[in-house]
């Protein structure tokens, strides 16, 4: 069964949904392991830093307008990757959505979010729809609310050969997954078998997903990146990451404050909560913080499909451009960075 028509989430609407963008700019900022395009759609002023190091000389020099500039920015910049694992692809059909608010004041189910697109409009936002599109071309459905269990553990986590769960955490013991050896690769890989989360610290020529998208962070110098993923057990914020700063530990701790009453709110969110993060794992988002000094947040949506905590596609929609509109006030009133 096909989503709602307001529920894009296929390589195929995606592109379509990038064709009509006009008020924003889209770029190709990578290719994928599999050959296929990574897009950035970006709005608000562009505005370049003059730098004389990279962060971390920056830092140890006490200087850092050596890599800030000497003048602060008149906008903050956000940062949004979403659907890194791609079958989690709740996180796509939400940021077309945001592209739909920001291009016409409502998302593509018609409804208007004017403090979403007042507080967007007063930021640099830059949107990357999907970062890891060999995962999503894997598979062959557009609507995870339908999928059973089983469905679910193949498609996302994928089979070993002979066709038993791979399950999480299971998969990431073997990095890069050889895809030969596997029944199914699930869609957290791209298609050399590399998760894009935790590409940092492999070669460009197997996580190339990684590697552009951290091109783009350095590109943009972010003040926020917010990274956007899917489980059964969501909505929830991943804080307390120990890679970070304490203060940026605590900033993760206040706006996780912030988006819970933000989805409290909505109607019918009924149990947005709070995850830690893995220690010594360093991820994707988080090692943007070390080479451009964002913020890193990470959201997990929910998928809809787990018993107990199931949600309609419009409800998926609005739990993510929730978090977004409270992310996005928060950064024009204080900033995003502690």
């Known amino acids: 069964m096909a989503a709602p028509r307001f529920y894009p989430t296929t390589l195929a609407r995606l592109e379509e949904s990038l064709s009509g963008v006009r008020r924003g700019s889209v770029k190709e900022i990578g290719r994928s392991a599999g050959g296929r395009s990574i897009f950035a759609v970006a709005y608000g002023e562009f505005e370049p830093v003059t730098r004389t190091a990279d962060l971390s000389s920056a830092l140890a020099a006490r200087d850092p307008a050596a890599f800030f500039g000497a003048e602060p920015r008149k906008h903050q910049v956000m940062l949004i990757t979403s659907a890194i694992h791609g079958g989690e692809m709740e996180s796509i059909a939400a940021v077309l959505s945001l592209i739909s608010v920001l291009e016409t004041g409502a998302d593509l189910k018609g409804e208007a979010w004017p403090d979403l697109a007042t507080a967007a409009a007063k930021l640099?936002?830059?949107?990357?729809?999907?970062?890891?599109?060999?995962?999503?071309?894997?598979?062959?459905?557009?609507?995870?609310?339908?999928?059973?269990?089983?469905?679910?553990?193949?498609?996302?986590?994928?089979?070993?050969?002979?066709?038993?769960?791979?399950?999480?955490?299971?998969?990431?013991?073997?990095?890069?997954?050889?895809?030969?050896?596997?029944?199914?690769?699930?869609?957290?890989?791209?298609?050399?078998?590399?998760?894009?989360?935790?590409?940092?610290?492999?070669?460009?020529?197997?996580?190339?997903?990684?590697?552009?998208?951290?091109?783009?962070?350095?590109?943009?110098?972010?003040?926020?990146?917010?990274?956007?993923?899917?489980?059964?057990?969501?909505?929830?914020?991943?804080?307390?990451?120990?890679?970070?700063?304490?203060?940026?530990?605590?900033?993760?701790?206040y706006l996780d404050g912030f988006c819970r009453r933000a989805l409290r709110a909505r109607p019918g969110i009924h149990r947005p909560w709070t995850a830690s993060g893995i220690e010594g794992a360093l991820t994707f988002a988080t090692a943007c913080h070390h080479i451009c000094g964002a913020l890193p947040v990470l959201f997990e949506g929910a998928n809809g499909a787990q018993e107990g905590n199931r949600y309609s596609h419009r409800q998926i929609v609005d739990m993510y451009l929730s978090v977004f509109e409270a992310l996005a006030s928060a950064g024009v009133v204080e900033g995003f960075r502690p």
């Not at 609507?143 to 998969?171: C, V």
């Not at 029944?183 to 070669?203: I, K, Q, R």
Request: hydrophobic residues 35%; charged residues 25%.
């Open 124 to 253: 640099r936002s830059v949107i990357v729809p999907c970062l890891n599109p060999d995962g999503r071309a894997r598979i062959p459905s557009d609507d995870p609310t339908t999928w059973t269990t089983e469905e679910e553990e193949k498609y996302r986590h994928g089979l070993h050969a002979d066709g038993s769960f791979i399950t999480w955490p299971a998969r990431m013991a073997h990095h890069p997954r050889d895809p030969k050896r596997d029944g199914f690769l699930g869609s957290h890989f791209n298609d050399a078998g590399v998760n894009p989360l935790h590409g940092v610290f492999l070669s460009p020529q197997v996580a190339p997903e990684t590697h552009a998208a951290l091109a783009l962070a350095l590109e943009e110098t972010p003040d926020l990146v917010l990274d956007l993923h899917s489980c059964g057990a969501g909505p929830m914020l991943m804080v307390g990451d120990s890679a970070l700063p304490e203060r940026y530990q605590r900033r993760h701790h």
